[in-house]
């Protein structure tokens, strides 16, 4: 049993070292607890865990807290990446760090504080948490550039009850400034980017030993062959980069970009331009919503959105329907919104929940469901 009465997720990285730093500092009985979610498969691979779980004791070992540890990569493989696997042969692009923090940093983590003897967990996330008598509101991390809680909305009462955020109400340049005041081994390190999983390796790479290669065709939306793809999976809505498509004849010498999928007869659609009309929808509909408070604030009600992580904030109404999903339409219209990815909604600063995008109106999306049907 650990006599700390919060443990902080110690992940080798900046954040959650001045997270803890400022606990510390605070006066709070912390400890720290070094998460393995991931097992190095035996491709090599680099996903910096042994430099991660080295730099988490050293930090530890700098500000004089005791640090555990925990594997969770079992837990992981069942509840995240399983799912992630399977979006992917759907043909849908899922969110793994969306799921990442419900299903292990605030379950399997926050489990495991408690067993230890706590009473709360924290972590670096750039988010906030106002508590209202027994509400807990998610709000934004001051620093817009780095809010996190697009990626939090699947949190629920209890667990925000049983969370700090100390790192909430700062910028990311100050956070460097105060690890490299206090001396600590991470204030230089650079941010993790992307997947754990997959880490620096080439993404199509790592997914083509779980999903693979399956080559088809790839043809405009009016059904001109413009080349081959290694396999529709590999690909989402809007990407640019790997197509591999050079000069092709009757066409400008201009960027082409993904604008659909049909996994059902292997084909690959692209167009020429990043704003191309394929590309657009305003209208989008989700699977079944998740609310921070546990209920809509309406049947139907005007709020702000984001169908992407840093996105700029999106006017929209959203019609509550009566198995729980969305009906969602925006007031402009939105380019590239993806199935499988997550439409987070927002009221002023606060997160209010959100929803896995089923489907958009996307004219193409619309015409390949029609035939499909």
């Known amino acids: 049993m650990s006599s ?27 400890a720290g607890l ?29 500000l004089g807290i005791p640090i555990h540890f925990r594997d969770f990569s079992g837990e992981y493989w069942d509840g995240v990446f399983e799912h992630f696997l399977a979006e992917y042969a759907a043909g849908r692009t899922p969110n793994p760090d969306v799921l990442c923090n419900r299903e292990i940093k605030f379950k399997h983590f926050l489990d495991a ?104 065709e790839m043809l405009t939306p ?29 066409f400008e010498a201009a960027p082409w ?7 059902a007869r292997n084909i690959l659609y692209v167009d020429q331009g990043a704003d ?10 989700s699977e079944t919503a998740h609310w921070i408070a546990g209920a809509p604030p309406a049947a139907r009600f005007a709020c702000t959105a984001q169908v992407r992580y840093r996105q700029d904030d999106q006017a929209c109404e959203v019609e509550v329907r009566e198995d729980g999903t969305l009906e969602i339409v925006f007031a402009e219209p939105q380019r590239a919104v993806t199935p499988g990815q997550s439409v987070v909604l927002y009221d002023g600063e606060e997160c209010i929940g959100g929803a896995v995008i089923a489907a958009t109106d996307a004219p193409l999306e619309q015409r390949l469901r029609s035939e499909a049907a």
């Open 257 to 263: 970009y993904v604008v659909g999928k049909d996994v």
């Open 222 to 250: 009016d059904g001109r062959a413009i080349g081959e793809h290694p396999g529709v999976f590999y690909f989402t809505l809007g990407q640019r980069e790997g197509l591999n498509i050079g000069g092709v004849k009757g």
């Open 34 to 62: 070094f998460m393995q979610n991931w097992t190095e498969d035996s491709q090599g691979g680099d996903c910096r865990a042994e430099e991660d779980r080295r730099d988490a004791v050293a930090v530890c070992g700098r």
């Open 113 to 216: 504080a408690r067993e230890l003897g706590a009473e709360s967990i924290a972590t670096g996330h750039y988010a906030r948490v106002v508590r209202e008598g027994r509400r807990q509101r998610l709000l934004r991390g001051r620093d817009r550039g780095k809010d996190q809680s697009y990626f939090l909305h699947q949190l629920g009462q209890a667990q925000l009850a049983a969370t700090e955020f100390p790192l909430g109400e700062l910028p990311k340049p100050e956070v460097r400034r105060i690890a490299e005041d206090a001396g600590l081994p991470t204030a230089a390190k650079k941010d993790s980017t992307g997947i754990c999983f997959i880490g620096e390796r080439d993404f199509r790479e790592f997914l083509s030993r779980y999903l693979p290669a399956r080559p088809g």
């Open 276 to 285: 191309s009309r394929w590309l657009r929808s305003q209208r989008l509909w």
């Open 4 to 30: 700390a009465r919060i443990i902080v997720g110690m992940s080798g990285g900046v954040d959650s070292s001045v997270a803890a730093l400022r606990l510390r500092d605070a006066g709070e009985p912390i």
